[in-house]
């Protein structure tokens, strides 16, 4: 299974319960599909370093994070840093702080979009 994630990170949709909750086999489908993040065990989508290495493949995968990650300053401050566009999934708190939005928009210009107004 590991292998199977390795090549191709969606597959574990279609994995046993037990492997969704195993960290080697979800950090090795994040790292390849972002969106994997998805079928990930809930503990694991708590996970800083699960979640930013899904956010580094796709910005989009912060919408799969546990969402006391999206209203935590320092994780969501990392998250834009690789991603700009992961400010779309930010608390709107977050979305509408100052130093958030320019690390967001210095890695991606049109996160501005994501900002609050």
Same mark, same amino acid.
Request: aromatic share 8%; net charge negative.
């Given at each position: ?5 390795a ?6 949709? !279609? #994995? ?37 290495a899904a956010v #580094? ?11 006391s990650?999206?209203e ?5 401050? #990392?998250a834009?840093a690789q991603?700009? !566009?992961?400010?779309k ?10 130093e958030?939005?320019?690390?967001a ?8 979009? !994501?900002?609050a107004?």
């Open positions: 299974v590991l292998a199977a994630v090549k191709h990170g969606y597959a574990l949709e !279609y #994995a046993a319960a037990s492997l969704r909750e195993d960290r080697e086999v979800v950090l090795a489908a994040v790292a390849k599909n972002g969106h994997a993040l998805k079928h990930a065990a809930a503990s694991l989508r708590e996970d800083r370093e699960v979640v930013l #580094a493949e796709s910005g989009h995968a912060l919408e799969y994070a546990a969402a990650l999206w935590d300053r320092e994780f969501v401050l #990392a834009v991603e700009g !566009y992961a400010l999934h930010a608390a709107a708190s977050l979305r509408e702080d100052r958030v939005v320019l690390a928009v210095a890695e991606y210009g049109r996160a501005l979009e !994501y900002a107004a």
